[in-house]
């Protein structure tokens, strides 16, 4: 990587029925103006058109599940959506020689995760930019994935640079206009950092940044046919990234008894009742929070 | 119809992706003595499973569009719901001549609508139903479509008893524990109800019933492609129910135009944002407030 950020890539519509990225990549195709920053050269990209013109998250298999690497090199996966990432593969990558400087990676989510900035990677330029994000607006919060690194098979692990943003809670097929403008806000953020970064300008960074690690999902209680036996209990109900503790409850069978979470340790869960995760039998994430030095990094 | 009320059938899954009917169904299908009134042979219906199965609205075309007679006459109408319809129809209707006395269809919305009841016609039984109903919970509230009656398209329509039951907001593919249960109680309130009004019980009925009666639907700003302009405005949205009046805001533009609502009349506006009313070009449905006198009915 160069030491200096020039080609951006924003995208949308990785999941083909998460609107907020669609109609801002669309309102930035149509307004190109919007990204012009002097330093560099920012594009855009519909990741996933035929699920976007079906307004369903996938047509085979989810995109944004299909980058690792060996899956990228694989011929034998011929999907949709494994013929489209090596598509962009081709586009942006490869992982080890990235096209694309800094990858913005739009999203949403059915829980209730506000603004969330997930970065590829933990290289200290991500870190910085996260810990800048969030001193401008309460709502950021920062989560590290279990691989926050390019061996993920998210979109935005062809490059190390960038991150997602999941903002909610969103329902699939909707668009909020609220958190639409919250998103192009933290857009227009990002590239006006990676703008002045470029001029040697020093934007304030605290000292400190507040993660939440993910360290591990949980699965809905089912029974030997996999059919669910419980929901979200409704005092967890969109409640993302608040303390979850010994004894609290997690979940309510359909015959109304609750389920407590047992654990020694404080977690904040992240993803609770994601719509596009039932399936992915991941009722919500756990994360523990994490305060990194920004002066070692 | 006979003077008594025998047979109820409780619908869920008529949207595949609505999990609060099918998990509801689910439940009285394991449970069947929860659905147990002296009086009444109630059972239960899963109308479409093969979206169920895929998580989807609907496999080729919306079910609950599938009802109208002609089309249920039409031979040549061979799609997957079309089918299903037909099925359905054999099962519970013919409309002229309908197996079940009343059906209740369970429904949910990313719209903000509490729980609304959506009688399948104005037939002073409806009415007297709803009424009881909405004295028990303030979330409920009563809805007459512009076909309220055995016109219409819906799986209700097979019967001119029963109703609609739309509760939300809830996104797609999510199940809210908290909108399952109260749900629940009004299936069960309904059922104590046609239990009650058989063996001859009065239960309490107030004097008339407040009902939102539909008059308009409206679509999105669009260009000459069909494409969005505009968004639900952030004031509007999840305002369900509330009065919508003249110099109102109702849309947001993407470049941040407000678009105002122009009328003499205060309408009251529903199904607002509902995800699946994109495509039927419906950004929201209006209607006024009446109040209707029970006891002339």
Redesign the interface.
């Known amino acids: 990587m160069s030491d200096l950020i020039r080609r951006v890539v924003i995208v949308g519509g990785t999941h083909g029925n998460e609107l907020t990225g669609i ?1 801002l990549v ?2 930035f195709q149509q ?1 190109p103006h919007l990204l012009h920053r002097p330093s560099l050269e920012c594009t855009t990209l519909l990741a996933n058109p035929d699920a976007i013109a079906a ?2 998250r996938y047509i085979d298999r989810d995109l944004n599940r299909c980058f690792a690497n060996e899956d990228l090199a694989n011929p034998a996966l011929t999907s949709y959506e494994d013929k489209r990432a090596k598509q962009i593969a081709a586009q942006l990558g490869p992982k080890s020689q990235p096209k694309a400087d800094v990858i913005i990676d739009l999203h949403s989510t ?1 829980a209730n995760m506000g603004l969330t900035i997930l970065p590829s990677s933990r290289h200290p330029f991500n870190l910085r930019l996260a810990a800048y994000l969030s001193t401008l607006d309460p709502l950021v919060r920062v989560c590290c994935g279990l691989q926050c690194n390019q061996d993920a098979p998210m979109l935005r692990s062809l490059s190390p640079l960038g991150c997602t943003i999941e903002v909610g ?10 958190y ?2 919250q998103t192009e806000r933290l857009v227009h953020h990002i590239l006006d950092y990676l703008d002045a970064v470029n001029q040697g300008k020093d934007l304030p960074i605290p000292p400190s940044l507040e993660v939440y690690q993910v360290i591990a999902s949980v699965d809905y209680p089912r029974n030997a046919s996999g ?2 036996q419980a ?4 005092h967890l ?1 969109f409640k993302d990234y608040e303390p979850l503790c010994d004894g609290d409850p997690m979940f ?1 069978t ?2 109304g008894e609750s389920i407590l979470y047992q654990g020694e340790n404080t977690v904040y869960p992240i993803f609770i ?1 994601e ?2 995760y ?2 992915k039998k991941i009722a919500m994430t756990l994360t523990h929070k994490q305060q990194i030095s920004l002066e070692t990094v």
């Open positions: 109609y669309k309102k307004f307004n369903r059915t809670a969103i329902a699939q097929g909707v668009i909020n206009a609220d639409l403008q059919d669910l929901m979200i209990h409704p109900q309510l359909f015959t009742n719509a596009a039932y399936e």
